[in-house]
């Protein structure tokens, strides 16, 4: 089972940058798709980023598209979450999260499509 360790966190300016790291613990990842999702005070979870972990393929959404940006590195099973120009309403939990199968669209856009996930960790951007 992967178990998922998140880092990098914590409070920032608006306009500022954050590096969010995403690691596993324990057995070489097995997953076909990694993603980061992240829930905002009195609001769902929504996707933020996800990538293919054989290939690379990645796909940002929403409102953060055009600032941020994911990575992965196989050799150390790490993912990464690269945030720029953060803004007060990207404040939140964000998850890391593993899936073991693909999508009929190749979409990962909601959390049914993710078997495992971190505990989360805390971004805040004040204005």
């Known amino acids: 089972q992967e178990r998922l360790i998140e880092s990098g966190g914590g409070l920032v300016q608006t306009g500022e940058s954050l590096r969010l790291s995403c690691r596993t613990s324990g057995r070489t990842l097995s997953a076909y798709v990694m993603g980061w999702f992240r829930q905002a005070p009195g609001k769902e979870r929504e996707i933020v980023a996800s990538?293919?972990?054989?290939?690379?393929?990645?796909q940002v959404f929403g409102s953060v598209r055009g600032r941020f940006t994911v990575a992965k590195d196989n050799a150390e099973n790490t993912m990464h979450l690269l945030m720029g120009s953060l803004k007060p309403e990207d404040t939140g939990v964000y998850y890391c999260a593993a899936g073991e199968k693909g999508t009929s669209m190749g979409i990962f856009d909601d959390s049914r499509f993710y078997d495992y996930w971190g505990q989360g960790i805390q971004v805040t951007v004040s204005s």
């Open positions: 990538i293919r972990w054989e290939n690379g393929i990645r």
